[in-house]
């Protein structure tokens, strides 16, 4: 049996969830969407979830489909149709059904879909041993382009340095703004630790602004140790003590070596470990 998604106004069977291929979220990767995990049965930071989606919409000119009300209450019935214990879910609301052109205001109605599906996680050893980037060569967009907080359906800027990452036979790679600042990864926002400082790149660096990084500094703050949001460069990753990326779907994972240069011993550091398992808690004991 397959999945029940939310297309539109309700519930359809997986084999019949189907748009258009005028739809414009297709032809111009025009629309927003988000990614959110649910543990246990319980919607991870719902509310911040709805308010980035919104916010992404607006920053966008795209009209919402429904209310937020409405939309929790869809993303709840979604989950529940399917059985969801441990998963993630899929937000995405495309421009609508439109002509060959780029006007998005001849679309008629945004369309919405939810999947509530599998995650796919990193494997677990790479937790354990934390894992290696390179710096990519593909610039994070200008902000005054495309302002990376907007988390748009034109994924193409990370999709180009993943890419890279993947050439050079790593998992993620580190994009750095027109300035030569740390941005983020492609999929997930920076941290690195020195003299037991926390440092992470303000989000105007050019990154989204992650849930998780948001939920990483609230705990770090309550641990008592000190955070600083500052502009990072190359150098000062090269250097750091301690890295890790945090996101959805990776929630907190160290990083060891980045483009060649080891980072601290080798292995994910003791603030990172700390704030990995402070993040697990927090997570699947929340109701
Ligand atoms: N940056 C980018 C580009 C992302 O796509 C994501 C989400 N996968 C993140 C950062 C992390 O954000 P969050 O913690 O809200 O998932």
């Known amino acids: 049996m397959g999945l029940k998604i939310w297309l539109d106004t309700g519930l359809v069977d997986e084999k019949d969830a189907r748009i258009s291929v005028f739809d414009h979220g297709l032809l111009y990767g025009d629309g927003v969407f988000e990614g959110i995990r649910v543990y246990d049965g319980n919607v991870f930071e719902l509310d911040a979830h709805i308010k980035r989606l919104f916010e992404s919409a607006r920053a966008i000119r795209l009209s919402m489909p429904i209310t937020r009300n409405e939309l929790v209450a869809a993303v709840e019935t979604t989950v529940k149709a399917n059985g969801m214990g441990d998963g993630y879910i899929r937000l995405v609301v495309t421009r609508g059904v439109g002509c060959l052109g780029l006007n998005p205001f001849a679309c008629e109605k945004s369309m919405l879909v939810i999947i509530a599906d599998k995650v796919q996680l990193y494997p ?121 990326l945090t996101g959805t779907a990776a929630e907190v994972i160290g990083v060891v070596e980045i483009d060649g240069r080891t980072i601290g011993d080798g292995t994910p550091g003791p603030i990172t470990r700390l704030l990995r398992e402070k993040f697990f808690e927090y997570a699947r004991g929340k109701e």
């Open 124 to 244: 677990e050893e790479l937790y354990e041993k934390g894992m290696k980037v390179i710096s990519a060569t593909t610039v994070r967009n200008h902000p005054l382009a495309l302002p990376p907080q907007v988390k748009s359906l034109n994924y193409l800027n990370n999709i180009l340095a993943k890419i890279e990452a993947l050439d050079n036979d790593v998992p993620e790679a580190i994009m750095y703004n027109h300035e030569g600042y740390v941005a983020e990864a492609t999929g997930d926002n920076i941290f690195i630790v020195k003299n037991s400082v926390i440092y992470a790149p303000p989000v105007e660096a050019g990154s989204l602004e992650g849930i998780t990084r948001a939920v990483v500094i609230r705990l770090a703050r309550h641990e008592g140790l000190d955070i600083i949001e500052k502009n990072l460069t190359r150098y000062d990753l090269y250097v750091c003590d301690e890295f890790f």
